[in-house]
């Protein structure tokens, strides 16, 4: 492979760097000085700094990690949405793609000084705990929450070897995120002006984030590298489908008409979930206060704008 050059800025490798994070990501850590490289899936746009590499190929990752030998590393790869078909590539890919990544980060010849692991909150499961931080028992209740939390479990063999942080982000959003997500595909059918939208559970609440401010977040642990902690990223507070509703509705001028698709309804579906970021400001300090209603009109106004 070709060798990329070196530079004397200090060097971060973003696995998944072409996904919806890594793009927000990699403006933080290159308005902080660092050099950013990244992993990409066959078929996504590759380059100088930007190579092809899959996770569950032990080899190939070694490869990249011996010619960018970084300074810090941010593990965002990985299969993220929780309505996957396939559990045996979930397993595959976010908990063997993971070791695979941590033993060849072992043998690099640079040791990281940060290796921040992204996991989910889905690892809490449903618990009548509010707000839910850190100490409250995990109780995954899909393949993609135990998959995250198997990962997490067995990072813990490298805790000696490497300054591992783990984030626990709840739900978050932004400009970018694939329709595939609820609140993407709610913004995307009122920016094309449709008048009725299928939607799945209605009762659900969410802690929900700005995509901006988790990326904020995570170059902020990257920096400061609590090894061996756990830190949930969440806002500390609750919206409901129709509040989202309420929202882009008021900004697009419309109210969209809502039915109910039982396909879409997942019957293990978490009902509630709101975090505690208390231990997460504690280490790290303020974080880019942006409400839900600022960042869907930000998604709404940038839909219209690239249509």
Not at 130 to 141: A, R
Not at 193 to 205: A, F, H, P, S, T
Request: glycine content about 8%; hydrophobic content about 45%; some cysteine.
């Amino acid at each position: 492979m070709n060798t990329a050059p070196r530079s004397e800025a200090p060097r971060a490798l973003i696995t998944g760097l072409r996904g919806f994070t890594g793009a927000y990501l990699a403006r933080e850590l290159t308005q902080s000085g660092y050099r950013v490289f990244g992993t990409a899936h066959a078929g996504e746009r590759v380059g100088q700094d930007v190579f092809e590499a899959d996770l569950c190929d032990r080899a190939r990752l070694g490869e990249v990690i011996r010619d960018v030998q970084p300074n810090v590393v941010a593990h965002l790869a990985g299969i993220a949405f929780v309505g996957h078909g396939d559990a045996n590539a979930i397993y595959n890919v976010n908990l063997l793609g993971t070791r695979n990544l941590l033993s060849e980060l072992a043998e690099s010849p640079v040791v990281p000084s940060a290796v921040l692991l992204a996991s989910s909150a889905q690892v809490y499961g449903t618990t009548a705990v509010e707000p839910i931080d850190e100490s409250v028992p995990t109780v995954p209740q899909n393949d993609y929450a135990v998959s995250k939390l198997a990962m997490e479990q067995m990072a813990r063999l490298w805790f000696d070897r490497l300054p591992i942080v783990i984030a626990r982000p709840f739900n978050y959003t932004g400009f970018g995120q694939s329709v595939e997500f609820l609140l993407p595909k709610i913004v995307s059918h009122f920016a094309a002006g449709l008048r009725e939208i299928e939607l799945g559970n209605l009762d659900v609440e969410r802690d929900f984030s700005d995509v901006r401010m988790v990326a904020a977040a995570y170059r902020r642990l990257i920096e400061l590298a609590p090894a061996g902690e756990v830190f949930n990223i969440c806002s500390g507070t609750a919206a409901s489908l129709s509040d989202v509703l309420e929202i882009v509705s008021r900004r697009a001028g419309y109210e969209i008409g809502v039915r109910v698709n039982p396909a879409f309804v997942r019957a293990n579906d978490v009902k509630r979930q709101v975090g505690s970021c208390r231990k997460l400001i504690d280490a790290i300090g303020g974080l880019p206060d942006i409400s839900l209603a600022e960042t869907l009109t930000w998604m709404y106004e940038a839909d219209l704008a690239a249509r």
